[in-house]
């Protein structure tokens, strides 16, 4: 019985010093490492995060780009980070993609953080240029699968989100086309434009003013449901390839081991930052949508998002680097 209640007196002690480290939370200014440089997404939504969580946690909330190795430096850092909550990190889908197309990386992607909330999402285009002749997904099927091996789609670069998208897309449909990489996403839309290559899978920030000028043709988004963006943009599920899915996201992290209270309190914080109004619009006229979500709910989605990348790489013998 003494056994039980020393035991038990021990975890009231923890759990009154995990409220006591939430309450006291945060001590000195946070720090919201990026490892990339600024303008692109995890940046973004970082930055908007920060100004308002500097607001209501009553400390400085800054942003400190470093970029290096395709987000593996920055993100490392934060991995070796002291677990305290004032060092976190904002990523983006290439978090999910690295451990598919890097041999050897310096942290585990999933046992090396806790999730605090997913930030925001954006969707896919499917696009193509309109000499190509065809304004459905069916059609653009249906000519891929009467050419096989002739129809090339555009990416930036191997290995990148936009890459995986057309492999999703390829090994989805069943059709066999050849991909190119550039050196980046405008790189790759100009050669859409131009009609050197019949398809690209792109943001939709990156591709829709191209769509809406009429360079390109929007087929179909590769979100679940309909961009609330775009609803006329029927989803590439809908149109003949049922459970197809991708997308670019956001998220936000912290180093494992971080206490829960403090992580609970970071969820409650930010979640409410990504609903209010201005934050939302802003998010939208980037062609994205927050998405927050419990702390459990996006360690399970990034863990799902590994191991589909996972396969869709062997499939396309992507190999390590």
Same mark, same amino acid.
Request: overall charge positive; proline content about 7%; cysteine-free.
């Given at each position: 019985?003494?056994?039980?209640?020393?035991?038990?007196?021990?975890?009231?002690?923890?759990?009154?010093?995990?409220?006591?480290?939430?309450?006291?939370?945060?001590?000195?200014?946070?720090?919201?490492?990026?490892?990339?440089?600024?303008?692109?997404?995890?940046?973004?939504?970082?930055?908007?995060?920060?100004?308002?969580?500097?607001?209501?946690?009553?400390?400085?909330?800054?942003?400190?780009?470093?970029?290096?190795?395709?987000?593996?430096?920055?993100?490392?850092?934060?991995?070796?980070?002291?677990?305290?909550?004032?060092?976190?990190?904002?990523?983006?889908?290439?978090?999910?993609?690295?451990?598919?197309?890097?041999?050897?990386?310096?942290?585990?992607?999933?046992?090396?953080?806790?999730?605090?909330?997913?930030?925001?999402?954006?969707?896919?285009?499917?696009?193509?240029?309109?000499?190509?002749?065809?304004?459905?997904?069916?059609?653009?099927?249906?000519?891929?699968?009467?050419?096989?091996?002739?129809?090339?789609?555009?990416?930036?670069?191997?290995?990148?989100?936009?890459?995986?998208?057309?492999?999703?897309?390829?090994?989805?449909?069943?059709?066999?086309?050849?991909?190119?990489?550039?050196?980046?996403?405008?790189?790759?839309?100009?050669?859409?434009?131009?009609?050197?290559?019949?398809?690209?899978?792109?943001?939709?920030?990156?591709?829709?003013?191209?769509?809406? *000028?009429? $360079? =390109? &043709? #929007? /087929? @179909?988004?590769?979100?679940?449901?309909?961009?609330?963006?775009?609803? %006329?943009?029927?989803?590439?599920?809908?149109?003949?390839?049922?459970?197809?899915?991708?997308?670019?996201?956001?998220?936000?992290?912290?180093?494992?081991?971080?206490?829960?209270?403090?992580?609970?309190?970071?969820?409650?914080?930010?979640?409410?930052?990504?609903?209010?109004?201005?934050? *939302?619009? $802003? =998010? &939208? #006229? /980037? @062609?994205?949508?927050?998405?927050?979500?419990?702390?459990?709910?996006? %360690?399970?989605?990034?863990?799902?998002?590994?191991?589909?990348?996972?396969?869709?790489?062997?499939?396309?013998?992507?190999?390590?680097?």
């Amino acid at each position: 019985m003494r056994h039980f209640l020393v035991l038990g007196w021990f975890a009231l002690g923890l759990a009154a010093v995990s409220s006591a480290s939430a309450q006291s939370y945060p001590s000195r200014p946070i720090r919201i490492v990026i490892g990339f440089t600024p303008g692109g997404q995890p940046d973004i939504y970082a930055r908007l995060i920060a100004a308002k969580l500097t607001e209501s946690l009553h400390q400085q909330v800054v942003v400190d780009n470093r970029p290096g190795a395709g987000g593996v430096i920055g993100t490392q850092l934060v991995a070796d980070a002291s677990p305290d909550g004032h060092t976190l990190l904002s990523v983006s889908s290439a978090h999910a993609i690295s451990p598919a197309v890097r041999a050897k990386l310096p942290y585990d992607t999933l046992k090396g953080f806790a999730g605090i909330t997913m930030t925001a999402t954006a969707t896919y285009l499917l696009v193509v240029p309109p000499a190509l002749g065809i304004k459905t997904v069916q059609e653009f099927i249906a000519l891929a699968k009467a050419k096989p091996g002739q129809l090339n789609f555009s990416s930036a670069g191997t290995g990148s989100g936009t890459h995986f998208a057309g492999e999703m897309l390829k090994q989805s449909a069943n059709i066999d086309v050849v991909h190119v990489p550039y050196k980046g996403i405008p790189e790759s839309l100009t050669d859409a434009v131009a009609g050197r290559v019949q398809f690209t899978m792109a943001p939709i920030a990156s591709s829709v003013t191209l769509v809406k *000028e009429g $360079r =390109l &043709r #929007a /087929l @179909g988004v590769s979100s679940k449901q309909r961009s609330s963006i775009y609803p %006329d943009i029927p989803t590439i599920a809908e149109s003949g390839l049922p459970g197809f899915e991708w997308g670019s996201w956001g998220a936000l992290l912290a180093p494992a081991k971080t206490p829960r209270s403090i992580i609970n309190k970071l969820n409650r914080e930010v979640t409410r930052i990504l609903l209010l109004p201005d934050v *939302e619009q $802003r =998010l &939208r #006229a /980037l @062609g994205a949508e927050p998405v927050p979500t419990t702390p459990a709910q996006l %360690d399970k989605f990034i863990a799902e998002q590994v191991r589909v990348i996972a396969q869709l790489a062997k499939k396309a013998a992507i190999e390590p680097q």
